[in-house]
T-cell receptor
Framework: AQSVTQLDSQVPVFEEAPVELRCNYS??????LFWYVQYPNQGLQLLLK??????LVESINGFEAEFNKSQTSFHLRKPSVHISDTAEYFC???????????FGDGTTLTVKP | GAGVSQSPRYKVAKRGQDVALRCDPI?????LFWYQQALGQGPEFLTY????????KSGLPSDRFFAERPEGSVSTLKIQRTQQEDSAVYLC?????????????FGAGSRLTVL
């Protein structure tokens, strides 16, 4: 079984500041890791994923996350946020070869002008 | 279709009523998942289909919950004798396979309110 802990339920930041949303997971098997994002009044959508290979993965809108196996973490970072990044962010883990993904409880990122 | 379609978007039921929630996945997506999302929480897994086969139903909270996907495409989640604790957003996702991972594409959800 897998579990996910998102360490911050709310993260308020000012525009153009850097941000880190923290995610830790536990699993007894090898994992795939995901970040999904839910913008206001929209459905959940994939932001980025780690499946294999390079431990640093990037999204098209400037977010990146690094898989750290020793610390069982997959923190999400962006060097400079925009108002439009305001959303709820969910970290998820899936065991390799398993069907389901297990989600954290989400982090609400609020970017203020 | 272009995305995952769920209906109804909103459903209000009186306690004890039966409800049915429909999911139309992306064409060609073999796998289909149902999740339940309570207010302020992340999605909780309910059940998973690969084509018409229900491979995992470990997350269904009680025998009042039943899901089917008879022809391997459209799926229906049925909740019998609804209770107030069933109030939540029910999310359907279909997935494409990337290596051995299920990468989920979610629908907009069906918000169920039980009075």
């Amino acid at each position: 079984a897998q579990s996910v802990t998102q360490l911050d339920s709310q993260v308020p930041v000012f525009e153009e500041a850097p941000v880190e949303l923290r995610c830790n997971y536990s699993s007894s098997v090898s994992v795939y890791l995901f970040w999904y994002v839910q913008y206001p009044n929209q459905g959940l959508q994939l932001l980025l994923k780690y499946l294999s290979g390079s431990t640093l993965v990037e999204s098209i809108n400037g977010f990146e996350a690094e898989f750290n196996k020793s610390q069982t973490s997959f923190h999400l970072r962006k060097p400079s946020v925009h108002i439009s990044d305001t959303a709820e962010y969910f970290c998820a883990v899936s065991g390799v070869g398993a069907g389901k993904s297990t989600f954290g409880d989400g982090t609400t990122l609020t970017v203020k002008p | 279709g272009a995305g995952v379609s769920q209906s109804p978007r909103y459903k209000v039921a009186k306690r004890g009523q039966d409800v049915a929630l429909r999911c139309d996945p992306i064409s060609g997506h073999v796998s289909l998942f149902w999740y339940q999302q309570a207010l302020g929480q992340g999605p909780e897994f309910l059940t998973y289909f690969q084509n018409e086969a229900q491979l995992d139903k470990s997350g269904l909270p009680s025998d009042r919950f039943f899901a089917e996907r008879p022809e391997g495409s459209v799926s229906t989640l049925k909740i019998q004798r609804t209770q107030q604790e069933d109030s939540a957003v029910y999310l359907c996702a279909s997935s494409s396979r990337d290596r051995r991972a299920n990468v989920l594409t979610f629908g907009a959800g069906s918000r169920l309110t039980v009075l």
